[in-house]
């Protein structure tokens, strides 16, 4: 069976650090794989999504970037964190074609202070 | 355009009453549709889903949604609530979308189950 997993669950950072993020997928090939982020009391944005490796797009401009240098790897990175970076960061996966569900981790959540 | 709505952002229920969360879509197509939950600082995870087989789906826990194309509606329902049903809960619509799956979700609603 597939799996995904998603670290840390945690995470407090000052403004101004860096920040990464990862993802894996288990049991699964060539997976959609995407990045989103949960403000407190909001819904869900998309962040990134990949359909490939090395393959990455970006829903809104921001502070933060993805990289996928594997198929069941996806990392979000930030050089410089800010206040507003602060959130729940959910990795997902999904398989290639189709409009079928996506699959969550577990979540980090982001506190930058 | 696809969008969703959750008609309602809290439900409040009594443990063992039923369970009805609203909600309504706009496709231009007959759409992938879900409900998804998420428990306090945890991942969503998917309870059911609609893609046009049976209009009537059931999910995990015993919830079910019935896909209603005339109403465009997808609630969520629950013959008796309990307890750890409290969470919030997603509605969702799918498009495939130049190889990836847009998912658009509802604002969520907040179950609150009481004793």
């Known amino acids: 069976s597939q799996t995904i997993h998603q670290w840390p669950a945690t995470l407090v950072q000052p403004v101004g650090s860096p920040l990464s993020l990862e993802c894996t997928v288990e049991?699964?090939?060539?997976?959609?794989l995407y990045w989103y982020r949960q403000a407190a009391g909001r819904g869900l944005q998309l962040l990134f999504y990949s359909v490939g490796i090395g393959q990455i797009s970006s829903e809104v401009p921001q502070n933060l970037s993805a990289s996928r240098p594997q198929d069941r790897q996806f990392i979000l990175s930030s050089k410089k964190l800010l206040l507003s970076d602060s959130g729940f960061y959910l990795c997902?996966?999904?398989?290639?074609?189709?409009?079928?569900?996506?699959?969550f981790g577990q979540g980090t959540r982001l506190t930058v202070v | 355009a696809q969008s969703v709505t959750q008609l309602d952002s809290h439900v409040s229920v009594s443990e063992g009453t039923p369970v009805l969360l609203r909600c309504n879509y706009s496709?231009?197509?007959?759409?992938?549709l879900f409900w998804y939950v998420q428990h306090p600082n945890k991942g969503l995870q998917l309870l059911l889903k609609?893609?046009?087989?049976?209009?009537l789906v059931k999910g995990i826990n015993g919830f079910e949604a019935e896909f209603k194309k005339s109403e465009t509606s997808f609630h969520l329902t629950k013959p008796s609530a309990h307890m750890s049903d409290a969470a919030e809960y997603f509605c969702v619509v799918s498009k495939a979308s130049g190889g990836y799956n847009k998912l658009i979700f509802g604002a969520g609603t907040r179950l609150a189950v009481h004793p």
């Open positions: 049991g699964t090939s060539n997976p959609n």
């Open positions: 496709s231009s197509y007959s759409p992938s």
């Open positions: 997902a996966w999904s398989v290639r074609s189709g409009a079928g569900e996506a699959f």
């Open positions: 609609y893609t046009s087989a049976a209009t």
